[in-house]
C-alpha cells in the first residue's frame, strides 16, 4: 500500500473525538493508579525501608520521565495514528521493527486483561465466604472480562465513561487513606522505616515487584488514533499522568512509613485498610484499580492490532484492520482480545508468563526511545518536533535504562522476550519486502556516509586501503548478467559497483527512453543477483559521455578507480576495424584518466 492509498483510506476514517483529559490522561492515570499501590507498596516499604523506597520511585518514575519526552519529540513531530507504540516505532525504525514489537504487544496487552482481571476475581472472592477457593476467582475474573467486553464492544466513549465512574471510586480511597493517614501520622514510625530491615528481600527484587505500577504512562498512546490531536494531547495528558502519579506515591510512601510498624507492612497485603480513614472505600478502590487496568488494556490491545493489520504486513492479519461505525471501533479485535484474555484465565496459574509479558513492556519503552535517538541522530531536515525540552541524550540514557533495568530484574524472561522479538524481526526482515512507508533508516544511512565520507577525505590515501571501485559498462543486454555476475566477485564484499549504460542522441525522446532503459537495467541487475547500482546517461555522442563519467563520477574520497567491460564482438572484429579503433581509443582513455582496465571475454561455460 503506498502513501497516497493510506491516505485516500484515511481521510476516509471519522477524525477522533477525545481530548487530552478521556483519551490520554484518564486510561493512563488509572492504570498507573493500580493494584500495587493498594496492595504492594507499603509491603516494599517495609521491606525496603523508606530510603531505598525513594530510591525505587525515583528509577522507576525516572525511566517513565525520559520516555515520556522521548514520547512528546515524536508526538509533535508526525502525525500520529492508531496503533500507539507499535507505529511510533514502525515510522521511525521500520515495518520490522515495528511489526515485531506489534504484535508481541498486543499480546501482552491482551494478556494482561487477564492478569487484571484475575486480581479483581481474587479480591472480590476473598469478600465472600469460602470464595477464595477453588474455581471462584477464574470464574469472577472471566464475568469481569465479559463485563468490560461490553464497553470495549461500544467502543471508547462508552468506555470512558465507565473510566469517570472508576476514577470518583479511587479519588474517594485516595482521599480515605490521605486522611487517615495524617491523622495516625507518627515520627518514631518514620525513623523505625527508614532504612531497610536485616533479612529483608534485595533492592531489585523489590523494584521488579513495584515498577508494574508505573508502566501504564503509555496507554494513552494506544488511543492516538480516537484523539482528535495526538500532537498536542499525547505530551500533555502523559506528562499530567505521571505528574500525578508521582505526588500520589510519594505521599504514599511516607503515610505507610509513619503510620504502620514495620512488622505489619511486611506480613499484610492489606495495610493500606488499616491506616484509611474510611476502609471499605479502599476495597472498593482495588476493585476499581483492577477493572480500570483491565479496560486500558481491552482499549489499547484492539487498536495496536487494527494498526498493524491495516499496514498489510502479516497477512492472516488482514481480517482485523476493519473496524466499525464512525469512530472505526476495531471489534473484530477487542473480540480476540476477549479470546485470549479467557485462555489466559483458563489456565489458572500466570506466575511463568507474568515475567516475560513485563519485559515485553519494558522492551517497548526502550525501543520507543531508541528510535527517538536514531530520529535525531539521523539528523534529517524533516525531524522538527514542537516538544522543545528534547535532547537526543536523553533518549539514549532513556533507552540504557530501560535494557539495564530488563537485566536487573529478570536476565532469563528478558533473554526470552528478546529472543522472540529478534525472531519475529528476522521473519519480517526475510517477507515483508519493500517498505510501505518512509521511515528514518534511509536519512540514519545518508547521514553515515556524510559523516564517513568527510573523516576518510582527512585521511591520507594508502595501497592498503585500496578498494575496487568498478564503473561497469553493460551496453549489451544479451552479455549484461555474465559481466555482472563477474563484477560481483571482482569486488567481493569491499568494493562497490556501479553498471553504466551510455545512450547516444538528444532531445525529448531520449529522456523517455532513459526512463524505459533504467527499469530493464535494474531488472537485470535484480536477476543477475547483483548490488550494483544503476547509472544511465544519455550523450550526444559516445566519446563525450565516457568523458564525462569517468571524470565526475563519485562523491569526495569515493571515485572509480576500475573500468570493467565486455570484449567486442567476434562479428565486429571480422567487420569493422573502425570498432576496434575506437574500443582501443576508449581503453586508452579510461587508462589515462588514472584507472585499472579489465576487459572480460565471457564464453557460454561462465555461467
Known sequence: MDNNATEVKD??????????????????????????????????????????????????????????????????????????????????LGLEFGGAIGIVLFLAQSVSIAFYCIGFGEVVASLIPNGSYGSMPQIIAASAVAFLFIFAWLGADWATRFQYVVMFILLAAL??????????????????????????????????????????????????????????????????????????????????????????????????????????????????????????????????LQSLAGDRIFPFLLPFAKGSGTNDNPRRGVLLSAVIALVTIGLGNLNVIAPVVSMFFLISYGLLNYATYFESRADSPSFRPRFRLYDYRISLVGCLACFGVILAIDLSAGIIAIAVLIAIYQYLLRTSGPARWADSRRSHHIQQIHEHLIAASKEPEHPRNWRPHLLVFTGDSNRREKILKFASWFKGRSGFVTAVQILEGWGAKMIRLRSEMEETLQSDIAKAGSDAFPLLVTTPTLSLGLHTILQSYGIGPLKANTILLNWIKSSDDDSSPIVRSQYGRHLRTAYRLGCNLLVLDAKQSLL
Open 11 to 92: 481521510k476516509g476514517k471519522a477524525k477522533g473525538t477525545l481530548g487530552t483529559f478521556a483519551g490520554v490522561f484518564t486510561p493512563s492515570i488509572l492504570t498507573i493508579l493500580g493494584i500495587i499501590l493498594f496492595l504492594r507498596l507499603g509491603y516494599v516499604v517495609g521491606h525496603a525501608g523508606l530510603s531505598r523506597t525513594l530510591i525505587i520511585l525515583a528509577i522507576a518514575n525516572g525511566i517513565t520521565i525520559l520516555t515520556t519526552i522521548s514520547l512528546s519529540a515524536i508526538a509533535t513531530n508526525l502525525h500520529v495514528k492508531g496503533g500507539g507504540d507499535y507505529y511510533l516505532i514502525s515510522r521511525t
Open 175 to 304: 482521599v480515605s487513606f490521605f486522611a487517615g493517614g495524617l491523622m495516625q501520622w507518627d515520627n518514631s514510625n518514620l525513623t523505625q522505616n527508614w532504612s531497610a530491615p536485616e533479612g529483608g528481600l534485595g533492592f531489585w527484587v523489590l523494584f521488579a515487584i513495584f515498577f508494574p505500577a508505573v508502566t501504564g504512562f503509555t496507554q494513552g498512546v494506544s488511543m492516538s488514533g480516537d484523539l482528535k490531536d495526538p500532537g498536542k494531547s499525547l505530551p500533555t495528558g502523559t506528562f499530567l499522568a505521571i505528574g500525578v502519579s508521582i505526588f500520589v506515591y510519594f505521599f504514599g510512601t511516607l503515610l505507610f512509613a509513619s503510620s504502620l510498624s514495620r512488622d505489619v507492612l511486611v506480613s499484610d497485603y492489606n495495610a493500606m485498610n488499616r491506616v484509611a480513614a474510611i476502609d471499605f472505600l479502599i476495597t472498593a478502590g482495588v476493585i476499581a484499580a483492577t477493572l480500570s487496568s483491565a479496560m486500558a488494556s481491552f482499549l489499547g490491545a484492539p487498536r495496536i
